[in-house]
């Protein structure tokens, strides 16, 4: 597999003497004891459960490791319980690697999960499904063989990431496909064969993978994963998700926007459900410990509809909210290897909240026309406990520009050190990125910056919290 934005590096970690180990934050992401990705909600009775693939590359490493997927549940959408695997690539005896994302659709009493799967056929990933009696299974392979493959007729270049949506007059539709190829076809009533031609759907602009269908108030919807940089991320190794509309399951479809803008893993892959009349955006990032873009984590956050039908833009939370927690940054000293003489760096302290990364209003720190790494800088007189920081980026669309990656570091009495077990250090633009990290006892935390190639770094606003 070389696809390009998989192939990026997770962040290193670096075991740091001085660190207190503390344990997972509570809220997103919402299991930490594993890495957890391509969650596919379902709301069966009072109980929302995820399906999710389980991430196993090792620290530093840039391929997936994935073998099996977890059921995650939850009665109250807040406190997660993993209920473990619940299957695996042995689920698949034609199949021999890579658990890949997939969806369960509950018809009949039953519960069929189509999953991307490797087989051990021609070419590279299929889609299977599997099916058991009860949302945790037990699940067997259904099929006996892929549901899609390489040698299906119009397949998709990827033949991965299924959504299947049944209709309220029964007929089932799934969704799938990778490297800008959308794919759908109709599945009929045994839910393990397809029915007609698959058909390539028109409209989903800019469709990258992993589509999510849904239906409501009438209309359907199209959440998917895109990877543009007119609006969506600020580099196509990353990826958004991007919402149509339709008044046919089969489309044609209407782009309407984006739900989750661009997060700390270069993968995007998203599910919405409504549960307990709230509706729920269930994605996954890098924000765990240790996480990276093969160490993903899952992560729910509500999501709004518009009086229209639109979908509000999800901002996304970690630990219980992007900004809570006591910001230690107002009481620090600042201190930067270099500041424009026309910039501030009391902008990155001061408070301020800003509306997207070229506001100036509360002033910007800004270090043009140095390139290359620079660093601001945190001190206290007494040691505090930190465990998770968040970042501002300024962005004036000129010799600023997002960078192309930071490390948050303190100092350990002899020398500063990356904080140990740090979550990606994001370099979203028009949000606020938030950093964790395994808690130190310190009395300076640097943010360490690497401009992008020809481009100066700045930052708006720069918190550090007390764990
Ligand atoms: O997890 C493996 C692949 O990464 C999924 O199938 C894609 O949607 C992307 O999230």
Redesign the pocket.
Known sequence: MSVRRWVAAACGVITAVAAVATPALAANPIITAIYT??PAPLVVGNTMYIYA?RDEAPTGTSN?V?REWHVLSSTDANTWTDNGAKANIATFPWAGADA??GEVEPRNGKYYWYT?INGNGAGWMDIGVAVGNSPLGPFTDAKGGPLISDSTANSSGLN??PTVFVDDDGQAYMYWG?YWGPRAVKLASDMINTVGSVITPQGLTNYW??PWMFKRNGLYYMMY?ANDTSGCVTNSNYACQRYATATNPLGPWTHRGIVLGQVSST?N?AGAVEFNGQWYLVYHTADAPGGGNFRRSVAVDKMYFNADGTIQKVIPTVGGGSSSGTNLATSATASTSYVSSWENLSAINNGGTPANSQDRSNLAYGNWPQQGTHWIEYQWPTAQSINKSSVYWFDDNQGIDLPAGCQVQYWNGSAYVAVPGQSSCGVSGNTENVITFNTVSTTRLRLSITSRSGYSTGVLEWKAFQA
Do not use: R, V
């Open positions: 990705a391509d693939g997936f994935m890949w994302a991307s991965i990431d990778g993978e992993a994963a993968t892959h």
